[in-house]
C-alpha cells in the first residue's frame, strides 16, 4: 500500500470487500517501537456485521486492511477469525 500520513485515515468510511459497510474510522492505534499501524478504531455502523456493545467503538486488526482510497476496504471474511476488541478510553 502507498503511503500517507495517518491523520488522512480519520472519519473515512470502511467497507467489507464483500461490500458489507462496516463503520468509520475514528482513531488509530500505532506500535512505536516497530513503528507500524497496529488497529484501526471504528465506530460501527448501524447494520455493520461487527457486534458492538452501544455506544463503543471497535478495534479491528490493522492486517485486515486490503486497500485505502477514498474508503478503508477490508477483508471482511476474516472479520470472525481476529480479536476485535471494545476500543478503552
Not at 27 to 52: W, Y
Amino acid at each position: 500500500m502507498e503511503k500517507m500520513p495517518a491523520k488522512l485515515l480519520f472519519e473515512r468510511s470502511i467497507i467489507g470487500n464483500k461490500g458489507s459497510v462496516i463503520g468509520k474510522v475514528k482513531d488509530i492505534v500505532f506500535d512505536e517501537k516497530v513503528g507500524r499501524l497496529v488497529s484501526l478504531e471504528v465506530e460501527p455502523a448501524e447494520h455493520s456485521p461487527i457486534m458492538r456493545e452501544e455506544g463503543r467503538n471497535v478495534l479491528i486488526p490493522y492486517k485486515l486492511v486490503v486497500a485505502i482510497k477514498d474508503v478503508v476496504v477490508i477483508d471482511e471474511t476474516n472479520l470472525n477469525r481476529v480479536n476485535i476488541r471494545v476500543a478503552e478510553h
